[in-house]
């Protein structure tokens, strides 16, 4: 081991695999990450083949997003949703007859209204909560356990369902202009899944690059079929409707439930607020300063998707386009042609709403993700979905998004009228959690203006609340109900693997204040360890009993960061004073093949005795007593174990822990 640069010199045809940065702390270079047998270089391959090179902690800033990638990233479900919304909104009012649609505008006009309370408020959570999270992290800071796990329970099934939705709603585009694809309309929407789903695994900047075309093309063309329509309006063009004049004429009857039906048609509506969240729960992706940036993309986003939603509504109800039965051509659509006509500007935008519509399913991708990092963390899911892969993405949180997408849209049969309702009760749960929330917190904080801020919240509950209510009660026989049962089933799932993990770290705590020395025993120890607990206590004690008066004991810990070097040899000298502890910093967030080739390393050095060292490695593992124990744990252990069997002067010692009582 090298500590005469830190810049690796060459080893040989090689390069060095440590980086030397202290005495006992190394850092592992991209050699010393490199698979240590034939099917680990045959995987690495394949995966740089197809999701690219590796990429380490320190490319981790520019894979961080700017305001530009960010929003196409982060908004282009919301932005999307103007698509439908405006549908959902005329197939109520339709219902009750075609002079009612005259109301269209301005309930959009109310949504957008509503829009922007959400908005402000979600703007203040990225100031209030830069580490991400959204709803679950206001919940889990002001309202406790219960409500946190019932916003996070709604939001992992929300972007679930992002994908879910955007994907169909993507093949309607496609199949509203070439309806001899209807048939394959289910495989259509799971190829693009597949499709967006690889994208992802490359990494956040990348599908960033690969998005912002369709986005900003989608917004683009919106706003011009908005100009050109409300341009023919002013001129009096003869395909206009309104210009004939609309009188609403209702009956007795109809004047009693008028009010109920508007607040109906509001209510389907603000599915157009779907998507909104997700900038709140992924500040941790942007670039410095995270939380000014994101607060500036969400205000960029709830601006757009207002003038887009608005204009469509008011497009529709001027040129008197209505929502077409299931499977024809979406309203969206309809004012496509009447606006820019049939030709190559049509078709132009058709593709511009497919791609936005399929890439809205990208948020669910990307702010999915990062909620559930920020659940893994706090231990309401397994710790393997909140660890990033070779590309700094967080594969187990993208897989784990696209594998329920895939079970709505083939129980579905990708219609997105029939993926609305959960959705939107869904997105609603969560508004009304979080505004409830941030009402609290000004309470606690009570900083200058607090009372208007929470006064603001407080109509936002409320609002969104009486919309969450009507959307249940209207949609809950038309596939709403799901949502209440997925919601109770998901919460209980994260409760119980939150108690599992408080178990396994009550059984494996230290008693504060312990000091531990014992003395020295004969040979040459190695000691890996993960976290300082009991497990790794009985290791160190036996190492130190195993320890020749000739050798020594080294203790070893792979490490990801300085900060986490300092902490744990900080903590590791106050419990095992005379203990060698050698850290090896991973940039590549790599465990096994560091250990490994630090082993490799071992070996070249001569011994006190001049002879052939033996290396006698101690693998502490937590045996839990059920599969289901195992499960959350990361399983580095066996990995280790497996890649050390048959290795040349190594022993391994397996040291599994566990209680002797449940």
């Not at 004939?244 to 048609?265: R, S, T, Y």
């Not at 206590?537 to 900060?563: D, H, K, N, P, Q």
Request: overall charge neutral.
């Amino acid at each position: 081991m090298t500590n005469e640069s830190k810049n690796p010199a060459p080893r040989g045809d090689d390069e060095e695999w440590f980086i030397e940065e202290e005495p006992d702390h190394l850092v592992a270079s991209e050699a010393g990450s490199e698979p240590v047998n034939s099917v680990g270089r045959a995987t690495l391959a394949a995966k740089t083949a197809i999701f690219g090179r590796r990429l380490s902690n320190a490319e981790e800033g520019e894979e961080r997003l700017p305001k530009k990638f960010a929003l196409p990233i982060f908004s282009s479900d919301a932005i999307s949703s103007s698509a439908y919304a405006s549908e959902e909104i005329l197939i109520v009012l339709a219902s009750s007859g075609t002079a009612y649609l005259a109301f269209g505008p301005v309930i959009a006009l109310a949504v957008g209204l509503l829009l922007g309370v959400v908005a402000i408020s979600y703007r203040q959570v990225c100031f209030g909560f830069p580490k991400g999270g959204g709803a679950y992290a206001v919940a889990s800071s002001t309202l406790g356990t219960v409500p946190s796990l019932v916003a996070a329970s709604s939001l992992v099934i929300d972007y679930i369902l992002t994908a879910a939705v955007s994907t169909a709603a993507g093949v309607a585009a496609i199949t509203s202009a070439m309806p001899e694809l209807l048939p394959w309309r289910v495989e259509m929407a799971l190829g693009a899944l597949f499709l967006l789903v690889l994208t992802n695994l490359r990494g956040l900047r990348e599908s960033g690059r690969l998005f912002a075309i369709p986005t900003y093309l989608f917004v683009g063309g919106a706003l011009l079929v908005i100009g050109i329509g409300i341009i023919r309006i002013a001129l009096g063009d003869p395909a206009v409707k309104w210009s004939q004049g609309v009188v609403v004429e209702a009956h007795d009857g109809m004047q009693l439930i008028l009010p109920f039906l508007l607040l109906k048609a509001f209510a389907f509506g603000s599915v157009a607020l779907t998507g909104t969240e997700a900038i709140s729960d992924g500040v941790a992706a942007f670039k410095k300063p995270e939380a000014k940036n994101a607060a500036d993309t969400m205000a960029i986003m709830a601006v757009l998707l207002a003038t887009i939603f608005f204009g469509i509504s008011l497009l529709a109800f001027a040129f008197g386009k209505v929502p077409q039965e299931v499977g024809g051509e979406t309203l969206i659509s309809q004012i496509a042609r009447a606006t820019l006509g049939g030709g190559i500007p049509y078709a132009i935008f058709q593709l511009a709403t497919t791609g936005i519509l399929l890439l809205a399913a990208n948020t669910g991708f990307s702010g999915g993700p990062q909620l559930a990092r920020v659940l893994a963390r706090d231990g309401f899911l397994p710790r393997q979905i909140g660890q990033r892969s070779d590309r700094l993405a967080y594969a187990g949180g993208i897989l784990t998004i696209a594998a329920g997408a895939v079970i709505f849209l083939i129980a579905t049969d990708a219609l997105v009228t029939l993926l609305i309702p959960a959705y939107a009760i869904g997105v609603f749960l969560g508004f009304t959690i979080s505004q409830t929330g941030m009402v609290v917190q000004w309470q606690k904080l009570r900083v200058e203006g607090w009372r208007g801020k929470a006064a603001l919240n407080g109509v936002g509950a409320t609002v969104t609340g009486v919309v969450l209510v009507i959307i249940s009660i209207a949609k809950f026989a038309a596939g709403g109900w799901i949502i209440f049962v997925l919601v109770p089933l998901v919460a209980l799932f994260m409760s119980a693997v939150r108690q599992r993990y408080n178990r396994h770290e009550r059984e494996l705590a230290i008693k504060p204040g312990l000091i531990f020395d014992a003395p020295h025993r004969p040979r040459r120890i190695i000691a890996p360890f993960g976290e300082i607990n009991r497990s790794t206590v009985r290791a160190i004690t036996l190492g130190r009993i195993l320890e020749g008066s000739t050798g020594e004991l080294i203790a070893v810990r792979v490490v990801f960061s300085e900060e986490e070097e300092h902490e744990i040899r900080a903590r590791f000298e106050a419990l095992f004073p005379g203990v060698r502890l050698v850290t090896v910093e991973s940039p590549y967030r790599l465990i096994v093949e560091p250990l490994s080739h630090f082993l490799d390393e071992l070996e070249e050095l001569p011994h006190k005795s001049g002879e052939l060292p033996i290396n006698v490695v101690m693998i502490p593992e937590y045996a839990g007593r059920h599969w289901w124990d195992r499960i959350l744990h990361n399983g580095n252990g066996k990995r280790l174990r497996d890649t050390l069997l048959g290795r040349r002067n190594t022993v391994i010692v397996d040291l599994p822990y566990r209680r002797d009582v449940e």
